[in-house]
């Protein structure tokens, strides 16, 4: 499977930005998927995950209420809706494949990745 994430760019804090991340190749829709974030010098991070059906979604700490990850099985994409982003979220976003129907936390459980999109947000 290949994924194809976009949607990323440079806005000001408290704007929104939305991600999309596009499956192609052998694609399954009985795994979970998650987005990932890896900010300069610091180790990527878990920042959402949504179940092979989408009925459980996880959230890290500092982006409950602000974030909210979706899929749309017709077009085997995922989302990521960003609210009021703080400077804090700047960083390259990658989404991945998780190995199982559930999206766990740690990047190890997850099995493909896609090339990452930057958002950069101004203070």
């Known amino acids: 499977v290949q994924l194809q994430a976009c949607g990323g760019g440079l806005v000001q804090a408290g704007d929104s930005l939305r991600l999309s991340c596009r499956a192609s190749?052998?694609?399954?829709?009985?795994?979970?998927m998650g987005w990932f974030r890896q900010a300069p010098g610091k180790e990527r991070e878990f920042v959402a995950g949504?179940?092979?059906?989408?009925?459980?979604?996880s959230y890290a700490d500092s982006v409950k209420g602000r974030f909210t990850i979706s899929r749309e099985y017709a077009k085997n994409t995922m989302y990521l809706q960003m609210n009021s982003l703080k400077s804090e979220d700047t960083a390259i976003y990658y989404c991945?494949?998780?190995?199982?129907?559930?999206?766990?936390?740690?990047?190890?459980?997850?099995?493909?990745w896609g090339q990452g999109t930057q958002v950069t947000v101004s203070s």
């Open positions: 190749g052998r694609t399954s829709s009985n795994n979970g």
């Open positions: 991945a494949v998780s190995r199982q129907a559930v999206a766990g936390t740690g990047a190890a459980g997850y099995t493909a």
């Open positions: 949504i179940s092979w059906n989408g009925h459980y979604t």
